[in-house]
């Protein structure tokens, strides 16, 4: 038998409701809506701040959620990460890296010890993050000191039209470049530029690209 469409829906409309009284199915209450019910609310007893996403320049804001470990120990576990909904950038969204956030936080692979691997060594070490700071401005200095260059002397024309050697100050090394991330505020380029001017370093980025 050819049916319409009509046809169908009506034939299939009256079945299911025969079933029902039959009491073989279950009709208008959806099965995963039940099933949500039952489960605790994901964000009951935690604590709210607002934030921003590391990963790139868009900046989207975030809202992390945070809930204790031990009830008063302020041990705090962030358990959530989603858009913040009153910012004119996101609006409440994020892109999948964004939604993914909370997995920097919260991962059992995230690295939480300074390791330092010697040159030619095969292995890592763990070392205090006071020894990482010295010896990365150890190297930094020593970098800088072997390939500072203060002067350089170039040809140019004098003001008789004759070519013409010149002393020029450089004051600079191009050992040493720097590359920002775009979770870097303003004050924190601000610093970071006097920083490395005041080292010389002439080779400066960013990964941000708004
Ligand atoms: S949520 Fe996505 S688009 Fe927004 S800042 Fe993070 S990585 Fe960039």
């Known amino acids: 038998m050819k049916l319409s469409r009509r046809q169908f829906l009506r034939v299939g409309g009256g079945t299911a409701a025969g079933l029902a009284t039959a009491g073989v199915v279950e009709l208008s209450r959806p099965q995963g809506a039940r099933a949500m019910v039952q489960q605790p609310w994901k964000l009951r007893d935690t604590r709210q701040v607002a934030s921003i996403c590391p990963y790139c320049a868009v900046g989207c804001a975030t809202i992390i959620h945070a809930r204790e470990k031990t009830p008063g120990q302020k041990d705090w576990q962030v358990v959530n990460i989603e858009g913040h909904p009153d910012s004119p950038i996101n609006a409440g969204t994020l892109c999948p890296k964004g939604a993914a956030s909370i997995q920097l936080a919260v991962n059992a692979r995230r690295q939480t010890k300074a390791l330092y691997r010697a040159a030619g060594s ?12 010295d010896r990365v401005a150890q190297l930094i200095k020593e970098a800088r000191d072997s390939t500072f260059v203060r002067t350089q002397r170039v040809q140019t024309t004098g003001q008789d039209g004759r070519p013409v050697e010149v002393e020029r100050k450089l004051n600079h090394t191009k050992a040493i470049a720097s590359l920002g991330g775009a979770t870097m505020d303003n ?14 370093v002439v080779y400066l980025e960013n990964q941000a690209r708004i």
Do not use: C, F, Q
């Open 122 to 133: 095969d292995r890592w070490e763990e070392k205090p993050l006071d020894w990482m700071y």
């Open 187 to 200: 004050e924190w380029n601000y610093l970071h530029l006097k920083l490395m001017r005041s080292l010389g």
